[in-house]
């Protein structure tokens, strides 16, 4: 099971669940910590989107980071609990882990370079410098 320990609610059904099991004699659990995606990575995510939105004409980097992380994720389904119906949610990058954050930035270079021509440099990379200085403002 998954829970997410910032958000009070899963807190506690995380306690509730630990609990029965301690109360049901379980003898042995593993807990592992998921470490959430860095300031870089993020940073980095959303230098590359604005030069994305530059290279196929979008005005809007905000727009631009939907379609991006749709095209690439997809989306998800969650139930209402309003209307009790299953709706279509984004992915929330600041939730993702470094791992998955990492897959997102490896998806995302090759996919706007191979479908669209489009060069996404890392810190490391040539060219990176102009980007940051184009982007950033």
């Given at each position: ?36 995606r860095t300031l870089t990575q993020n940073g980095l995510f959303h230098l ?81 410098e102009q980007m940051f200085d184009t982007y950033i403002e």
């Amino acid at each position: 099971m998954r829970y997410n320990l910032s958000d009070e609610r899963q807190a506690g059904k995380a306690r509730t669940y630990l609990a029965s099991l301690i109360k049901k004699g379980a003898t042995s659990v593993e807990i592992t910590e998921k470490r959430r995606r860095t300031l870089t990575q993020n940073g980095l995510f959303h230098l590359w989107v604005k030069c994305f939105a530059d290279c196929i004409g979008e005005s809007s980097a905000e727009r631009c980071k939907v379609w991006v992380k749709r095209a690439l994720l997809g989306q998800h389904e969650e139930i209402n609990p309003l209307t009790n119906e299953p709706e279509l949610f984004d992915y929330e990058t600041h939730l993702f882990s470094v791992e998955q954050m990492n897959d997102l930035l490896t998806k995302f270079k090759a996919w706007a370079l191979t479908e669209f021509e489009c060069r996404l440099p890392e810190p490391d990379e040539l060219g990176f410098e102009q980007m940051f200085d184009t982007y950033i403002e």
